[in-house]
Structures are given as structure tokens and as C-alpha cells.
């Protein structure tokens, strides 16, 4: 394992506890000196990640979110009304995804979190420098949406339901 493979492995660990892992834990699950884990934390923290370091170990400092991913369709009018709807929900459309007979899985990356981003991304839409990608599988895609809560995300699910966007209850963990 290469140092940069264990400090991406050292960032999940510490995101996936539920208590603080010290830096103990973390030098016998890597094999490594516990100087090396203070280094690793240090060039993580650099990297911009929000360790923390307690008197009972380490923990990341970053908003707590979840994710489920929706399959949907529309029509490219109903577009704008499927994002703001999301959005107005506290929900963030990470990305788009389709499904594609040919071409397999093709993923592209959204980060719609508001209003005004809505409105962005239609006008690059609009401009003629790109078609929905939901437009090569007839409509059909999905959206890995992010939230505060399963909560957030039931009420989303249920809102793209009754707006008939929601093609099979998904309710996958992304």
C-alpha cells in the first residue's frame, strides 16, 4: 500500500467510526509507526480535510449527509421542475446517470444544490452546447440526490413519486 493509498484509507476509516480512532488503532491497521500516522494526518489535514484530534483520537470534521439513488423520467421540459423540486427539498443532485445499451453505464457529474444552479445548468442546456443525457435511454436516468437525513430523502422519493417522476421505487445507499 502506498502512503497515498493509506492516508485515503486512514480518511475513510476515521469518516466511518463512530467513535474517535486513535492513532494506536490506526498505526496497527496500516502497520506503521504511530510518527507516520501524525505525518499522514498532517499531510491530510493539508490536502484540506477537517481532522480533528482528541484526547481519545482523531475525527473529521465535515457536515454529516446521505445519499439514495432515483430512477426517474421526464420530459426535457420537466426538467426545471424535477431539480428545483429537489432542491426546494434540501436535497443535492450529485450527478446524472444513464444506463445505456451500447455504451453502458455513463455517469456526469451535477452538483445542483440550489436554485441558481438550476438556472445555470438550463442555460448551458439551452445554449445548444449539450442535449440532456436522459435523451439516449428515452428519458430514463437516475440521480444519486444527497441530503441531511433519510428523511430529506424519503420526502424527495415521495415528491418525485406524486409528480409521476419516479420510475421504480430505488432505493439504493450510493
Same mark, same amino acid.
Given at each position: *500500500?502506498t502512503?497515498?493509498?493509506?492516508?485515503?484509507?486512514i480518511?475513510?476509516?476515521?469518516?466511518e467510526s463512530?467513535?474517535?480512532?486513535?492513532g494506536?488503532?490506526?498505526?496497527e491497521?496500516?502497520?506503521?509507526?504511530r510518527?507516520?500516522i501524525?505525518?499522514?494526518?498532517?499531510l491530510i489535514?493539508a490536502a484540506? $480535510?477537517?481532522?480533528?484530534?482528541?484526547?481519545?483520537?482523531?475525527?473529521?470534521? %465535515?457536515p454529516h449527509?446521505?445519499?439514495?439513488?432515483?430512477?426517474?423520467?421526464?420530459?426535457?421540459?420537466?426538467?426545471?421542475?424535477?431539480?428545483?423540486?429537489?432542491?426546494?427539498?434540501?436535497?443535492?443532485?450529485?450527478n446524472? *446517470?444513464?444506463?445505456h445499451?451500447?455504451?453502458? $453505464?455513463?455517469?456526469a457529474?451535477?452538483?445542483?444544490?440550489?436554485?441558481?444552479?438550476?438556472? %445555470?445548468f438550463l442555460?448551458?442546456?439551452?445554449s445548444?452546447?449539450?442535449?440532456?443525457?436522459k435523451?439516449i435511454?428515452?428519458?430514463y436516468?437516475? $440521480?444519486?440526490v444527497?441530503?441531511?437525513s433519510?428523511?430529506t430523502?424519503?420526502m424527495i422519493?415521495? *415528491?418525485?413519486?406524486?409528480?409521476?417522476?419516479?420510475v421504480?421505487?430505488?432505493?439504493?445507499?450510493a
Amino acid at each position: *500500500m502506498t502512503g497515498a493509498e493509506r492516508r485515503e484509507a486512514i480518511i475513510e476509516q476515521i469518516r466511518e467510526s463512530a467513535v474517535p480512532v486513535s492513532g494506536k488503532k490506526l498505526a496497527e491497521s496500516y502497520d506503521v509507526s504511530r510518527q507516520v500516522i501524525v505525518q499522514d494526518i498532517a499531510l491530510i489535514r493539508a490536502a484540506g $480535510h477537517d481532522i480533528l484530534s482528541t484526547n481519545r483520537g482523531y475525527i473529521i470534521n %465535515e457536515p454529516h449527509s446521505v445519499a439514495r439513488v432515483f430512477k426517474v423520467k421526464h420530459t426535457d421540459e420537466q426538467v426545471e421542475e424535477e431539480l428545483n423540486s429537489i432542491v426546494d427539498l434540501g436535497g443535492r443532485v450529485r450527478n446524472v *446517470m444513464v444506463s445505456h445499451r451500447v455504451y453502458g $453505464h455513463l455517469e456526469a457529474e451535477l452538483n445542483i444544490s440550489s436554485r441558481r444552479r438550476v438556472t %445555470e445548468f438550463l442555460r448551458d442546456l439551452e445554449s445548444g452546447k449539450s442535449s440532456p443525457l436522459k435523451n439516449i435511454t428515452s428519458g430514463y436516468h437516475y $440521480h444519486t440526490v444527497e441530503a441531511d437525513s433519510e428523511e430529506t430523502l424519503d420526502m424527495i422519493g415521495e *415528491m418525485l413519486e406524486e409528480k409521476g417522476f419516479l420510475v421504480e421505487e430505488n432505493r439504493e445507499r450510493a
